[in-house]
């Protein structure tokens, strides 16, 4: 049987979070044939005491569980090796779906036979924009990005940002790159609707990453194919961001994973600049964020310094 959507979610100790996660999709998929994957990452917080009451409400809900925690791209790697959807739906678990915007980004999929991949806006709890893409991690952007460059209002139209929203900045946040539809290099894993076709053609998630920086090395290898990767506002989902992961860990994984994108796409000479800019990155935010925010980001950035 071929569904409509598989949609795969990747659980490690988020149970309640999880659970509300798949009660919205199940509200919230009218006049869709979908299937609900979980890969959950040897969780101890209780979830599996909740699956009866969830299968209750749907049937074609699918747990796979590990002896221990593979990361977030091979994980998702489980799901898409049994998922039989047209289209497959990557959700972190920390997201609440609203409104039938699963039924009506399916449509619009259809219709746009060039889009192997989209993306809603993220929200917070309190309705306000998350960043959720940007542009693929070329020397000079990590330098911008690094140097605080792309903090400066109209610096984007010389270099287009890695990172376009910029949550800590006081005078511009680059709210406006969220505002529009717009084609991206890359978008966020918390929510990738994508083509099964597309995501077949690549082969998945590159499971040399444990988390952070695999969606924008399996974009890269989409967009290689000739896809398009489009971000759309006018829907919207709830995404409860930092539940799902610390600061700390989600900093040290993405810069390791930036040096482990470098060494699979750039040119090797490029390297060594690589990672002077992120030594430097993390040598200005320990004198700047420490006079914001105190010595815990010292210590964070500290750490930062020595795997870059």
Avoid at 24 to 37: Q, T
Avoid at 43 to 63: T, V
Avoid at 212 to 234: A, F, H, S, V
Avoid at 263 to 272: E, G, L, R, T
Wanted: hydrophobic content about 40%.
């Amino acid at each position: 049987m071929q569904y409509d959507l598989s949609v795969i979610i990747v659980n490690y100790n988020t149970s309640g979070l999880t659970s509300k996660c798949i009660l919205s999709i199940i509200k919230y998929s009218r006049g869709i044939n979908l299937e609900i994957i979980v890969i959950d990452n040897a969780s101890s917080d209780g979830f599996y005491e909740k699956i009866p009451l969830i299968k209750d409400k749907i049937k074609s809900l699918k747990i796979l569980r590990n002896k221990h925690n593979i990361g977030f791209g091979k994980a998702n790697n489980q799901g898409i090796k049994i998922a039989r959807g047209k289209y497959v739906l990557f959700l972190n678990s920390d997201t609440n779906i609203s409104d039938n915007l699963l039924s009506e980004m399916l449509y619009w999929m259809d219709r746009n036979l060039k889009v192997g991949m989209s993306t809603c806006a993220l929200k917070n709890p309190d309705g306000t924009l998350q960043g959720t893409g940007g542009f693929f991690p070329t020397i000079i952007r990590v330098f911008s990005w690094m140097t605080f460059l792309d903090d400066i209002p109209l610096m984007e139209r010389l270099i287009k940002p890695f990172h376009p929203f910029h949550a800590r900045s006081f005078f511009y946040k680059g709210e406006s790159y969220y505002n529009k539809t717009i084609e991206f290099d890359w978008i966020t894993g918390a929510f990738m609707l994508v083509r099964y076709e597309a995501i077949k053609q690549v082969g998945g998630f590159d499971e040399d990453y444990f988390m952070y920086t695999e969606d924008t090395d399996l974009c890269y290898r989409i967009k290689q194919r000739g896809w398009k990767i489009m971000y759309i506002p006018k829907w919207s989902i709830t995404h409860y961001g930092g539940k799902s992961s610390r600061r700390e860990f989600s900093l040290i994984n993405e810069y390791h994973g930036i040096k482990i994108f470098y060494k699979k796409h750039m040119p090797s000479y490029q390297m060594a600049l690589l990672r002077i800019f992120l030594k430097l990155g993390a040598v200005l935010r320990m004198v700047v964020l420490t006079i914001i925010e105190g010595k815990e980001a010292f210590r964070i950035y500290a750490k930062a310094f020595q795997i870059a």
